[in-house]
């Protein structure tokens, strides 16, 4: 059907949980030493990339899906106050996986 080419529901729900996820695991990076924070970025980032994968593997996405995937995942950090810099960075490694 052409109208599910336009059903992005899953997408950005998919999209959205995954920026609290990252949020939720990432530490405050104020709070800890760098290359601890940076270990822990790692795993989080490793653990976010099966999540994005398996998603990937259960759904088709075109190109529309992936816009508003990674738009979905760009606005959950920031809504989650991420500094904009790390949320535009966060996302195009998200970009890069999709």
């Not at 920026?19 to 990076?29: H, Q, R, Y």
């Not at 924070?37 to 529309?64: D, E, M, R, S, V």
């Not at 760009?74 to 996986?97: F, I």
Request: aromatic share 12%.
């Amino acid at each position: 059907m052409i109208f599910s080419w336009f059903d992005t529901r899953e997408v950005r729900r998919f999209g959205t949980g995954l920026a609290e996820f990252i949020i939720g695991e990432m530490p405050v990076a104020a709070q800890t030493k760098e290359a601890k924070f940076a270990a822990k970025a790692g795993k989080t980032l490793k653990k976010a990339a099966i999540q994005l994968q398996t998603f990937k593997a259960a759904h088709k996405l075109n190109p529309y899906k992936r816009a508003k995937l990674a738009n979905a995942f760009l606005w959950g950090l920031k809504d989650a106050k991420c500094p904009a810099a790390y949320a535009d960075e966060l996302t195009e490694w998200l970009t890069l996986r999709l």
